[in-house]
């Protein structure tokens, strides 16, 4: 699971998956429905994650992240 938030604003979740098969070598998780507006304007924003095993870990795991925003632009 992935969270965001900012300085000004509560944390929540981006997008998550549960109940991953064991010989996953890449997954592609839920993105939320929330409105990001004020978290993608915000000058800066931070990113929490949280990974839930089903057995201890015994060699190093690499984590790599591609996140891609859809905005949505109007004239004021």
Same mark, same amino acid.
């Given at each position: 699971?992935?969270?965001? !938030?900012?300085? $000004?604003?509560?944390?929540?979740?981006?997008?998550?998956?549960?109940?991953? $098969? $064991?010989?996953?070598?890449?997954?592609?998780?839920?993105?939320?429905?929330?409105?990001? !507006?004020?978290?993608?304007?915000? !000058?800066?924003?931070?990113?929490?994650?949280?990974?839930?095993?089903?057995?201890?870990?015994?060699?190093?795991?690499?984590?790599?992240?591609?996140?891609?925003?859809?905005?949505?632009?109007?004239?004021?």
């Amino acid at each position: 699971h992935i969270y965001i !938030s900012t300085n $000004s604003s509560d944390e929540i979740e981006l997008a998550g998956l549960d109940n991953i $098969s $064991s010989t996953a070598q890449t997954i592609t998780l839920n993105a939320t429905t929330q409105d990001l !507006s004020k978290y993608v304007k915000a !000058s800066s924003y931070k990113l929490r994650t949280t990974v839930v095993t089903k057995e201890t870990l015994t060699q190093p795991i690499d984590i790599r992240s591609d996140i891609k925003f859809k905005v949505r632009a109007g004239v004021l």
